[in-house]
């Protein structure tokens, strides 16, 4: 099946996913697995293709994506739990960090707090300095995690609708 910009539009497609249509297809395209990995590469929302799906396949079709979807999701929840787990690791990490940050400023606090007012401000100033330097280690830790999940996500993502683009192939040919 060949498709071309008048059929996105009927879709009403957003001008955006248009414009990456338009852009790289300008005479239109015959729809294949290899246009599909490169379409969704591009950042293409290939979901608008349902529209397309004869009304008597849709149910059958609705099925078999709700499956793929299920899949995904299960996937998804796995990471997002993996992620959360060293999330808050890595939190009580810094939060125990920062408690033995401030019990060494108050143990050097104790002595000298009444006796001189510059002598706390420094160590408090420290204490502070310490603790957001603790927090800048953990940030970074969490971001690393983050970031890892964010690909892990995608990576799947991807898989999910080039698996949903497949089916949809099978349906539209």
Same mark, same amino acid.
């Given at each position: 099946?060949?498709?071309?910009?008048?059929?996105?539009?009927k879709c009403e497609v957003h001008e955006s996913q248009l414009n990456i249509f338009?852009?790289?297809?300008?005479?239109?395209?015959? &729809? @294949?697995?290899?246009? &599909?990995?490169? !379409?969704?590469?591009?950042?293409?929302?290939? *979901?608008?293709?349902?529209?397309?799906?004869?009304?008597?396949? *849709?149910? #059958?079709? @609705?099925?078999?994506?709700?499956?793929? +979807? !299920?899949?995904?999701?299960?996937?998804?929840?796995?990471?997002?739990? *993996?992620?959360?787990? &060293?999330?808050?690791?890595? *939190? #009580?990490?810094?939060? !125990?960090?920062?408690?033995?940050?401030?019990?060494?400023?108050?143990?050097?606090? =104790?002595?000298?707090?009444?006796?001189n007012e510059e002598q706390v401000k420094s160590l408090w100033r420290e204490f502070?300095?310490?603790?957001?330097? @603790?927090?800048?280690?953990?940030? #970074?830790?969490?971001?690393?995690?983050?970031?890892?999940f964010f690909k892990r996500r995608t990576s799947s993502y991807k898989v999910y609708?080039?698996?949903?683009?497949?089916?949809? +192939? =099978?349906?539209?040919?």
């Amino acid at each position: 099946m060949k498709i071309a910009t008048e059929i996105l539009q009927k879709c009403e497609v957003h001008e955006s996913q248009l414009n990456i249509f338009s852009t790289n297809w300008p005479n239109g395209v015959e &729809l @294949s697995e290899e246009w &599909l990995k490169e !379409a969704i590469e591009l950042g293409l929302n290939i *979901f608008w293709l349902e529209n397309l799906v004869p009304e008597e396949k *849709f149910e #059958a079709y @609705s099925n078999l994506r709700r499956a793929l +979807l !299920a899949d995904y999701d299960a996937k998804i929840v796995d990471i997002r739990t *993996f992620t959360g787990i &060293l999330n808050n690791n890595l *939190f #009580a990490s810094y939060e !125990a960090q920062v408690k033995l940050i401030r019990a060494v400023y108050d143990d050097k606090v =104790k002595p000298i707090h009444n006796l001189n007012e510059e002598q706390v401000k420094s160590l408090w100033r420290e204490f502070i300095n310490q603790k957001e330097s @603790s927090h800048d280690v953990y940030e #970074a830790q969490r971001d690393l995690v983050y970031d890892k999940f964010f690909k892990r996500r995608t990576s799947s993502y991807k898989v999910y609708t080039i698996q949903v683009g497949k089916l949809l +192939l =099978k349906f539209l040919n």
